[in-house]
C-alpha cells in the first residue's frame, strides 16, 4: 500500500487488525510501527522475526523515504531529520494516534530523531541496535575480533572508503557476522537494497559517521526501551548502553543480551518478542 507524505510516496504494510474480539469484547490492541534498518533497504528485513508480536499488538511496516518500495526523493531528502518527519507525517495522514514506535539499526537512529523531535507524540519508543555517536575504531575492532584481521581491514575498508568494491566485499564477509549463530545455509531474507542510499548517509563525513545526538536525547520522555548484542559488531554495546545513559529524562530500561548480535531477535528470537512485547503491555 502507499500513501503521500510530505510530497513523497511511502510503502507500508499492516499485520492485524487494531479493534479485535476477546471473548466477546471489543478491545483495541497497541499499534507497533516498526522502521527498518539500512538505510537503503526494505522493511523485510525485520519483519519474519518480529510477526509473531501480531498476536498482540497491530503491526504497521514502512519503508522509509528512498528506501526499499517508497518512491526515491531527492539525495538532499535522505537526512535523518526528513525521515523522522516522516515518521511523524505518515501518523498523521493513516491515523495513528500514539503509536509504539521500534527501529531496528538505522531505523533506530530515525527513532531517536523523531523521539527528539516529537517528544509529545510516541507513547513508547523501542531503540535496537544503533548509537547515538558511533565509533568507527570500536568498529572496526569488533570485526577483527570476530572474524580476524582480514574482516577487520574490510571493516575499515568499507567505513573509511565506501567504494563499490568495499561495500561489495563487506557484504560478503562483514554482513554475515551481524548475527552471532550466522548460518551459511540459511535462506536470506528477500531484502530490496538501494546502495546509493546506504552511501549517500553512511560515508565518511556523512550524516551517520558525524552526528552526535547525546546532547538532545534528554528531550525524550516517553518511556524506552534500548536493546543491545554483546556480540553486535557493528554496534558495539557500549555504544547503546551510553545511548541508554543519555535518556536521563525518560522511564528507560535497558536490555543487553550476550549470546545475540545486530538485532537481538535475529539470534533469540522467543526471549528478544518477549522482552519486546512485556515492555509493550507494561
Known sequence: MYVQVNGNRLFFDVTGPKIRSVDGVAVEVPTLLILHGGPGFDHMGVKAELLPLAEHCQLVWIDHRGNGRSDGSEPQDWNLQQWADDVHAFCQVVGIDKPIVLGQSFGGHVVQAYGIRYPQH?????????????????????????????????????????????????????????????????????????????????????????????????????????????????????????????????????????????????????????????????
Open 122 to 282: 510516541a507513547s513508547k519508543l523501542i531503540i535496537s541496535s544503533i548509537a547515538a555517536k558511533w565509533d568507527f575504531d570500536l568498529c572496526v575492532q569488533r570485526f577483527t575480533e570476530r572474524g580476524g584481521v582480514e574482516v577487520g581491514q574490510a571493516a575499515a575498508n568499507m567505513w573509511g572508503r565506501m567504494n563499490d568494491d568495499d561495500i561489495e566485499t563487506y557484504m560478503r564477509v562483514c554482513y554475515p557476522l551481524y548475527s552471532a549463530k550466522h548460518d551459511p545455509a540459511a535462506k536470506p531474507n528477500p531484502v530490496i537494497r538501494k546502495f546509493e542510499v546506504l552511501r549517500h548517509y553512511l560515508k565518511p563525513g556523512a550524516q551517520f559517521q558525524s552526528i552526535d545526538l547525546h546532547p538532545e536525547l534528554a528531550k525524550i520522555t516517553c518511556p524506552t526501551l534500548v536493546l543491545a548484542g554483546t556480540q553486535d559488531p557493528i554496534i558495539p554495546w557500549e555504544l547503546s548502553r551510553s545511548l541508554a545513559d543519555a535518556l536521563v529524562n525518560s522511564k528507560m530500561t535497558y536490555v543487553q543480551m550476550d549470546h545475540c548480535g545486530h538485532g537481538i531477535w535475529r539470534d533469540d528470537g522467543d526471549a528478544a518478542r518477549k522482552v519486546i512485547l512485556d515492555f509493550i503491555l507494561a
